[in-house]
């Protein structure tokens, strides 16, 4: 499970990108490509390199009515996923993210 005050940011050469052909997000990175549903989606548009999972967790909860400790487990194990697959690295809130 992800630290909660963990702050998820996309490393250089990573970024959401909306494909119109196809009218999806997707996630680019060099030689790679993740196709996002609306979840995957509505999680990473909260990824700033600033705030923290547990800010992002309120954020959403807010916005969609929907109970926080869900919304925690859902999006750490997504942004977990994507840290194994080196989509996203992680930064503490007490240390400066990491370079670009």
Known sequence: MMDPHAIP????????????????WVLLAPERAVTLDQTAHAILSEVDGTRS?????ATLAARYNAPEAEIAKDAAGFLGALC?????????EDAPPPAR
């Open 53 to 57: 999972l547990s800010q992002i967790t």
């Open 9 to 24: 940011v996309l490393p250089r050469g990573v970024r959401l990108h909306h494909d119109r052909v196809r009218g999806t």
């Open 84 to 92: 194994d697959r080196r989509f996203l690295d992680l930064a503490q």
